[in-house]
T-cell receptor, first 118, second 109 residues
Framework: GAVVSQHPSRVICKSGTSVKIECRSL??????MFWYRQFPKQSLMLMAT?????????EQGVEKDKFLINHASLTLSTLTVTSAHPEDSSFYIC??????????????FGEGSRLTVL | GQNIDQPTEMTATEGAIVQINCTYQ??????LFWYQQHAGEAPTFLSY??LDGLEEKGRFSSFLSRSKGYSYLLLKELQMKDSASYLC??????????WGAGTKLIIKP
């Protein structure tokens, strides 16, 4: 199946610093990628939809100035957590669909990035 | 509003069969997904149903009834490695994915 690579898998940072997480589709092109956040024992929470070549669409309650998303190419989207604080510690997961499959079909997930802010 | 309901936790015995139910209420429907998620890992795809009926894939089967807003995931010949959370997700009329909270499945020897 298609592969989505997400890096880094784990990151520990000090409060106030910024962290960038990359999401790459390795063998397909994705016009849209999705960024999720998951707290322990909870389900996935969609943060934003990343659109190639245009601004991301953020879900209600997600601060766009804090969670910067850039989707510069059909295979790469980045999420930057700016001025991270301990409450931002979470498991961040990206996913993407093969653009040839349109809006249906399987969502391919990255491995996830566990962020710990001290 | 839109919502997905599935049991929080289930326990089953190795070698047995377990059925995880999912009911949904969404604005429109464009398919239902089941994903498996092991602790600390990203979800992996299990099945996709868009028409009524049963889809079988090895030890796993998924059923859909659109008129009842209901699906189940059936796991046969349970193995210890099947211990995980199982997420039900529905694609609504705008192709937005609505996620259930997940069912944690515990397999006992």
């Amino acid at each position: 199946g298609a592969v989505v690579s997400q890096h880094p898998s784990r990151v520990i940072c000090k409060s106030g610093t910024s962290v960038k997480i990359e999401c790459r589709s390795l063998d397909f092109q994705a016009t849209t990628m999705f960024w999720y956040r998951q707290f322990p024992k909870q389900s996935l929470m969609l943060m934003a939809t990343s659109n190639e070549g245009s601004k991301a669409t953020y879900e209600q309650g997600v601060e766009k100035d804090k969670f910067l998303i850039n989707h510069a190419s059909l295979t790469l989207s980045t999420l930057t957590v700016t001025s991270a604080h301990p409450e931002d510690s979470s498991f961040y997961i990206c996913s993407a669909r093969d653009r040839e499959q349109g809006d249906t079909g399987e969502l391919f997930f990255g491995e996830g990035s566990r962020l710990t802010v001290l | 509003g839109q919502n997905i309901d599935q049991p929080t936790e289930m326990t089953a015995t190795e070698g047995a069969i377990v059925q995880i139910n999912c009911t949904y209420q969404t604005s429109g429907f464009n398919g239902l997904f089941w994903y498996q998620q092991h602790a600390g890992e990203a979800p992996t795809f299990l099945s996709y149903n868009v028409l009524d009926g049963l889809e079988e894939k090895g030890r796993f089967s998924s059923f859909l009834s659109r008129s009842k807003g209901y699906s189940y995931l059936l796991l046969k010949e349970l193995q210890m490695k099947d211990s995980a959370s199982y997420l039900c997700a529905v694609q609504d009329g705008n192709y937005q994915l609505i996620w259930g909270a997940g069912t944690k499945l515990i397999i006992k020897p």
